[in-house]
């Protein structure tokens, strides 16, 4: 991760399966949370016959323009992964990151994000409702 301001700001989102994979809006990116939302609107996982649906997390900066500050950095995918899921999934990752670039910041959002690390969560498993323990 890169060092800024002697701080780290790591922040993770969950994309889940199932969110719009419609190209990314002309809204402005003013918020962290805006980020994830543009990003959202380019996810576009591998369909089920080409990879299973696992859980993936790349690491990715960028600069004040909103261009890919340096290389992203996959850092988490599900343990129970294939290769092949795991290469097609990091694909739909970089597909996803490429589609959403530049990222639109305002002026403001632009010098906040500039050169911090983020952990953005791409989720495409579905996960077991909690269990409710029952007592007796």
Same mark, same amino acid.
Request: aromatic fraction near 6%; glycine fraction near 6%.
């Given at each position: 991760?890169?060092?800024?301001?002697?701080?780290?700001?790591?922040?993770?989102?969950?994309?889940?399966?199932?969110? *719009?994979?419609?190209?990314?809006?002309?809204?402005?990116?003013?918020?962290?949370?805006?980020?994830?939302?543009?990003?959202?609107?380019?996810?576009?996982?591998?369909?089920?016959?080409?990879?299973?649906?696992?859980?993936?997390?790349?690491?990715? $900066?960028?600069?004040?323009?909103?261009?890919?500050?340096?290389?992203?950095?996959?850092?988490?995918? *599900?343990?129970?992964? *294939?290769?092949?899921?795991?290469?097609?999934?990091?694909?739909?990752?970089?597909?996803?990151?490429?589609?959403?670039?530049?990222?639109?910041?305002?002026?403001?959002?632009?010098?906040?994000?500039?050169?911090?690390?983020?952990?953005?969560?791409?989720?495409?498993?579905?996960? $077991?409702?909690?269990?409710?323990?029952?007592?007796?």
């Amino acid at each position: 991760m890169a060092r800024c301001g002697g701080k780290f700001l790591l922040v993770a989102a969950a994309l889940l399966l199932g969110v *719009s994979g419609a190209a990314a809006e002309d809204v402005q990116v003013n918020t962290i949370q805006d980020i994830f939302r543009h990003l959202r609107t380019c996810w576009k996982p591998p369909p089920a016959g080409r990879a299973r649906p696992i859980d993936i997390t790349v690491v990715v $900066s960028f600069n004040r323009a909103g261009n890919i500050l340096g290389h992203p950095r996959i850092t988490y995918e *599900s343990a129970e992964a *294939s290769d092949d899921d795991r290469l097609q999934y990091r694909v739909a990752v970089m597909e996803a990151l490429q589609r959403c670039t530049p990222m639109p910041f305002t002026d403001a959002m632009a010098g906040a994000a500039a050169g911090r690390p983020f952990a953005i969560q791409f989720r495409n498993r579905k996960t $077991s409702p909690p269990t409710q323990e029952r007592r007796v």
